[in-house]
C-alpha cells in the first residue's frame, strides 16, 4: 500500500514508520479534539450545569445543596412569567405563518421576471443584516406618536388617524411581532425564491400545457415540490422567536407594564438583576423545553424523509 | 394532452386584446406589490440615514419622517466622538473599535476552526464521527441563556471577565457549532474519490486540506464569514452580560444609549450613533449577500 507522506514540519522528532503510520491516523482527531471539546463542553457540560443550579437553591451565588423543582414551581406561579410564555406562544406563531407569507409573497412576486431583480432582493433582504438593536431603537420611534407615522400622516392633513401599537398594553405584542416578520422575512424569501429557481421547468411547463393557469400551477405543482423549504424556514424561524430578546429590550424594554416579556427577558433580570439565579436557570431549561418540542419533531422528520428517499432510490 | 392545447389554442385566440390587459394588469399588480412592502422595508432605513443629518430643532418640530431641509453634520461627529455613554464622553468610538477588536478574530478563527472540523468530520470519518456532529450541531440551537451562568463562572476563573478577549473566547466556541456545520455539509457534497485520489498519489492530511478542499471552499467561507460576521457584530446579550460602559461592543452600547435617556430625545445623535453601529454588516451584505444567498442554499440549508 502506499505510504501517505507527512509534511516534515508535522513531524520534527525522528520515529519509526509504524509510530508515523499511527500518529497519522490519529491526526485527524489531534486536530478535531480540542474544538470537539470545547463543544462538548458547551453543549452538555453547561446545559447539565444550568440544569443542576436550577434544582439548587443558588441565589446571588451559585450553591449545590440540592431543592427539587421548587424554582420551577415558584417560575410557573409568577404573573410575569406566564405572560412572557404566552406571548412567547402568540409571537411564534403568528410571526412564523405571517413572515412566511409575506416571505413566499415577495419570492413569488420577485419571480416574474421582474426588472432589477437584485435591487429588490437586495431592499427585502438588508434588514437581515441589521441588529435588533439597531432595528428595534429605529422602529421605535416610528411607533412612537409624538414623531412617528401618527406624527406623520397627522400632519400631511389626516388629524385624527391613530397608530400607536407600543403605547397600548393590549397591542405592544402585536408591534414586536410586526418588526420581527419586519427583520426577517428577507430571509424566508431568499430561500423561497431559491427554491422556486430550483424546481424543474419541465414540470412547471407541462402543468401550463396541461392547461393549468399561473395560480393552478404555483398552487398544485410549484409548492407542493417545495414543502421541505417551508419546513426548513418554519423550524429556523421558530428558534429565532423562542431566542427573542434584544428585539424586545430595544422596541419596548418589556412594557408597557409587563405586556411584553418573553422568557428570555424575564431570565436575563432573575440572573443578572435580581439575584436569583437559580430560578433563573429553571427559566433556561424551560426555553430549553421549548426548544426541544420544535427540534425534537423535526429532526425525526428529517430522518424520516432520508429514508423515504432511500427507500425509493 | 394535444386536445388541450388545442383547445386552449381556440380559446385564447380570439380573446388575445383580453389576455394582453390582464397581462399588463398582472404586471402592474406585481410591481405595485412589490412597492409597497419596498416602502415598508426601506422607511427605517432611510429616517435614521436623514435625521443623522438634519438639525435636532427641525426633527422635534417636523416629526421623524422628513427630508433634511439643511445639512448638519454635527450629530455623526458627536455620536462618534463626544457624546457620553456610560459615563464617559467619548462617543461610540470606544465601543466601535471595541466590536472590531471581538468581530475580526472571533469570525477568523471560528471559522478556520469550522473548515478543519467540517474538513475532518466529511473526509476522515472514525467511528463515532457521525454521533460527534450532531452533538456539535446541537449547539446551533441551544439558547444563549443557557450558557450564560457557566461563562460567568469560567470567565471569572481565568480572570477575563469583563474583557474582549473573554467575549472572543465564548463567540469562538459558541461560533464554531454553526461553522462547522456549514462547513461539514458543504464538504460532504465534495466526492470522495477525488480525496481517494490524492492519498493514492502520497497527499497527507494536510496537504489534501490545502490542496483540494481549501481551494474548493470560498462559496461556503463567504457564507461562514457572514454568518459569523453579522451574528457577533450584532451579538447584544453576551456584550450586555460579561462587558460593562467603555469595555461593551457597539451593539451592547447602542441600547444603553436608546434606554438610558428617556427623557432627553436626542434623534440626531441617536441616528448617527445607530447608523456608525449599522455600517460593518450592511457593507458585508451588500457586498456578500449575493455569495451568501447562492451559498446559504448550496450547503448550509439542505
Known sequence: MTQAIVPAAVIEAPAGPTWRERLNRALPIIVLAPSLIASLVYVFGFAIWTFYISLSNSSLLPSYDFVGFHHYAALWSNTRWKIAYTNLFLFSGLYVVLGILVGLGLAIAIDQRVRAEALWRTIFLYPLAVSFAVTGSVWKWLYSPDAGIEFFVRSLGWTDFTFRLTTDRNTAIYAVIATGIWQSSGFAMALFLAGLRSVDPDLVKAAQIDGAGRFRTYRKVILPTIAPIFIAVAVIMLQFAIKTFDLVVALTDGGPGISTQFPANYVYDLMFQRGQIAEGAAGAIMMLAALAVVLVPYSLYLVWRKRQESGHG | ?302
Open chain 2, 1 to 302: 394532452m394535444v386536445e388541450a392545447t388545442l383547445r386552449s389554442a381556440i380559446e385564447v385566440d380570439p380573446a388575445a386584446s383580453l389576455a394582453a390587459r390582464r397581462h399588463w394588469l398582472g404586471r402592474f399588480g406585481v410591481y405595485s406589490f412589490l412597492s409597497i412592502f419596498a416602502i415598508i422595508y426601506i422607511l427605517p432605513l432611510f429616517v435614521i440615514v436623514a435625521n443623522s443629518f438634519r438639525p435636532l430643532p427641525e426633527i422635534v418640530q417636523n416629526g421623524l419622517i422628513g427630508f433634511p431641509h439643511s445639512l448638519s453634520f454635527s450629530a455623526w461627529s458627536r455620536a462618534w466622538s463626544s457624546y457620553c455613554v456610560g459615563g464617559t464622553c467619548q462617543g461610540v468610538k470606544p465601543n466601535f473599535l471595541n466590536s472590531l477588536e471581538l468581530t475580526v478574530p472571533a469570525t477568523i478563527i471560528s471559522t478556520l476552526l469550522g473548515a478543519m472540523n467540517g474538513y475532518i468530520l466529511s473526509k476522515w470519518r472514525f467511528r463515532g464521527s457521525d454521533f460527534l456532529f450532531a452533538s456539535i450541531m446541537l449547539g446551533v440551537f441551544l439558547p444563549g441563556q443557557i450558557a450564560l451562568m457557566p461563562w460567568a463562572f469560567i470567565l471569572g476563573h481565568i480572570g477575563l471577565s469583563n474583557t474582549i478577549a473573554g467575549l472572543i473566547l465564548i463567540h469562538c466556541v459558541q461560533g464554531t457549532s454553526f461553522t462547522t456545520l456549514f462547513c461539514r455539509n458543504y464538504y460532504v457534497n465534495i466526492p470522495d474519490d477525488l480525496i481517494k485520489a490524492a492519498r493514492i498519489d502520497g497527499a497527507g492530511f494536510w496537504r489534501i486540506f490545502w490542496k483540494i478542499i481549501l481551494p474548493l471552499s470560498p462559496p461556503i467561507l463567504i457564507v461562514t464569514v457572514i454568518w459569523q460576521f453579522t451574528g457577533i457584530w450584532n451579538d447584544y446579550l453576551l456584550g450586555v452580560v460579561f462587558t460593562s460602559g467603555r469595555n461593551q461592543p457597539i451593539t451592547a452600547a447602542l441600547i444603553g444609549l436608546a434606554t438610558g435617556n428617556t427623557n432627553a430625545k436626542i434623534y440626531d445623535v441617536m441616528s448617527a450613533g445607530v447608523l456608525i453601529g449599522a455600517i460593518p454588516p450592511l457593507l458585508i451584505y451588500f457586498f456578500g449577500g449575493k455569495y451568501f444567498v447562492r451559498g446559504l442554499t448550496q450547503g448550509a440549508i439542505k
